[in-house]
């Protein structure tokens, strides 16, 4: 696998092309140079105060995403968790009722918009440690993994806006929310 540890991830923008591929199944995940992986992606995420982060947003075509929830300056609303890696997730469910809300994306810095996520799913995964595992998250958690797991299929969230919706600035945000975002 070409990755390395070494070397800080750097964020892709929006308009890179390897932003819209359909990323790869992960076949090894004891693989040290993947496990090496997945910390450095938990670590860029953190630094760029992401909720949740994919490896196609550093490049990387592999379906693995982070989920690190945890209330900063960016989502001072996000519930608290434990940074879990989601390796070849599936959604096995999804609920008709959907919820609108605000969202951002490292890859789409400056920005924001409320985009509408089933308000609840069923989903099955493989953890770092190879254990597949089943969970049923609702609201927030179920948007994060909505979202994050649209990039593994290499759609963006401007993509699911409703129509008539755009993305606002920072700075309208602020305005219509009253809450300051770095970026
Ligand atoms: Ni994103």
């Not at 390897?18 to 693989?31: E, P, Q, S, V």
């Not at 009722?97 to 069923?122: M, N, Q």
């Not at 299929?153 to 009253?178: H, S």
Request: aromatic share 8%.
């Amino acid at each position: 696998m070409d990755v390395e540890p070494t070397k800080p991830l750097s964020l892709l923008d929006r308009g890179d092309e390897r932003l819209t591929l359909k990323a790869g199944r992960i076949l090894d995940i004891a693989d040290p140079d993947f496990q090496a992986f997945i910390d450095e992606l938990i670590r860029c995420g953190r630094e760029n105060l992401g909720v949740g982060i994919a490896a196609p947003q550093v490049g990387k075509s592999l379906r693995l995403f982070i989920m690190a929830s945890q209330p900063n300056t960016r989502y001072p609303d996000a519930p608290a968790m434990e940074p879990t890696a989601v390796i070849n997730p599936e959604i096995l469910r999804i609920s008709e009722e959907k919820e609108t809300g605000w969202e951002g994306c490292l890859s789409v810095p400056g920005f924001r918009a409320k985009v509408p996520r089933h308000l609840e799913i069923d989903v099955a995964f493989t953890d770092r440690h190879g254990q597949n595992r089943t969970e049923r998250f609702n609201g927030f958690m179920a948007r994060l993994f909505q979202h994050e797991f649209d990039h593994l299929e290499g759609i963006l969230y401007p993509e699911r806006l409703d129509k008539g919706e755009a993305l606002i600035t920072l700075e309208e945000f602020t305005a219509q929310t009253g809450i300051v975002v770095p970026r």
